[in-house]
């Protein structure tokens, strides 16, 4: 299985991919949004190709719609770049989960690296408010808030039973 962790900066994703990789056993890899004259298709493609193991990746294809229509008036990726990359993961049995913490306590977290890039006040809420909109990804989405799951039992759960589930119909598996 592949876990896609999605979410403004300041969310709690590499906090809960810690927590999954400790507890689920699963491999980690960092996706950073794409620099200006970046392939946007080959930054989000190359990363996952060919991943055999169960992984949580953290940040894809989502992460560049929203913060494609903050910083740069809309997403790197075509319709059909994002459905290829939706249909790759969905084949390897992909979950996607938004870390969707209210936005004081992510206001509340980037105040403390005001220096990162997209660390400033303005540009987090309006990623935040870009999260909370439908994504035109058609993979399943889990809402992970770590003020309601501090341990993240639930997202671990969740993740462990989608994972038999996986397994028993002939898809990858945790």
């Not at 400790?22 to 392939?39: A, K, M, T, W």
């Not at 994002?82 to 105040?111: K, Q």
């Not at 890039?117 to 809402?143: C, D, G, M």
């Amino acid at each position: 299985m592949i876990v896609v962790l999605e979410g403004v900066d300041g969310g709690g994703k590499t906090t809960l991919a810690g927590k999954l990789g400790l507890s689920l056993g699963l491999s980690y890899i960092h996706v950073s949004n794409p620099e200006p004259g970046d392939d946007v298709f080959q930054h989000h493609f190359q990363p996952i190709k060919g991943i055999k193991d169960d992984t949580i990746v953290d940040r894809l294809h989502w992460s560049d719609d929203v913060y494609g229509a903050v910083l740069r008036g809309g997403p790197g990726l075509s319709d059909q770049e994002f459905g290829f990359l939706d249909g790759y993961l969905a084949s390897r049995g992909a979950i996607t989960v938004l870390c969707a913490p209210p936005l004081e306590t992510v206001l509340f977290n980037l105040a403390t690296a005001p220096r990162e890039k997209n660390h400033n006040a303005k540009t987090a809420t309006r990623v935040w408010e870009e999260y909370q909109k439908p994504s035109r990804s058609f993979l399943t989405v889990l809402i992970y808030d770590y003020t309601q799951d501090t341990g993240a039992a639930g997202i671990i759960n969740s993740l462990a039973l989608a994972g038999r589930h996986f397994a028993k119909h002939g898809m990858s598996s945790l």
